[in-house]
């Protein structure tokens, strides 16, 4: 018998930390890393959908899942956002990312799974409010984090991936299929 891949609806996040703590080279891997995956991604209105945020010492939301819905377009966004330096608030993103990314007003669709591509050193300051709005994000999404640059917090990064499987480090093989895999999953 021959199964079928019919390919799931996703909502995918994908959150760039652009804190000083990011070197000028680990930052363009990073970029480059974000591109390719887009770039292998089907996006329309019924498939999957892209949101993109940024955060230094405060968050950003560059552009919605209901913004864009080809690939050319996101790829523009995204190439065009560049590194801003400062201080890193993680928790920041993590409190933005539920409240204000996956909402219906800004293109969540109950019927498409979320998915949080977490780009990060892990390296912040403020704890206090970062486990609150971890948990309330991980109500919402399944969040992946991989790990940019030689110097990284794996422990605390470790708490914020939904699961130890979902700690990758960028440059690291299998990231790349890890991500892969979970961006093309398949309808049971």
Do not use: W
Request: glycine share 4%; proline share 2%.
């Amino acid at each position: 018998m021959v199964y079928e891949c019919l390919p799931a609806s996703l909502d995918v996040l994908i959150i760039e930390d652009v804190s000083s703590s990011i070197m000028k080279s680990d930052y363009q891997k990073m970029k480059d890393f974000i591109l390719n995956i887009v770039k292998g991604l089907d996006i329309s209105q019924k498939s999957n959908n892209v949101a993109f945020l940024s955060f230094a010492k405060a968050a950003k939301v560059s552009f919605y899942l209901n913004a864009h819905y080809n690939n050319t377009r996101i790829l523009t966004a995204i190439e065009s956002h560049h590194g801003e330096g400062g201080g890193s608030n993680i928790s920041s993103a993590l409190k933005l990312s539920a409240s204000d990314v996956f909402t219906d007003n800004n293109g969540d669709r109950a019927d498409a799974d979320n998915i949080v591509l977490l780009f990060t050193d892990g390296m912040y300051k403020d704890k206090s409010s970062l486990q609150h709005d971890l948990e309330v994000l991980k109500a919402r999404a399944e969040v992946y984090v991989v790990t940019v640059g030689s110097i990284v917090s794996n422990t605390t990064l470790a708490e914020m991936a939904t699961s130890p499987e979902y700690l990758l480090k960028l440059g690291d093989p299998l990231t790349t299929n890890k991500i892969n895999s979970v961006l093309s999953p398949c309808k049971i």
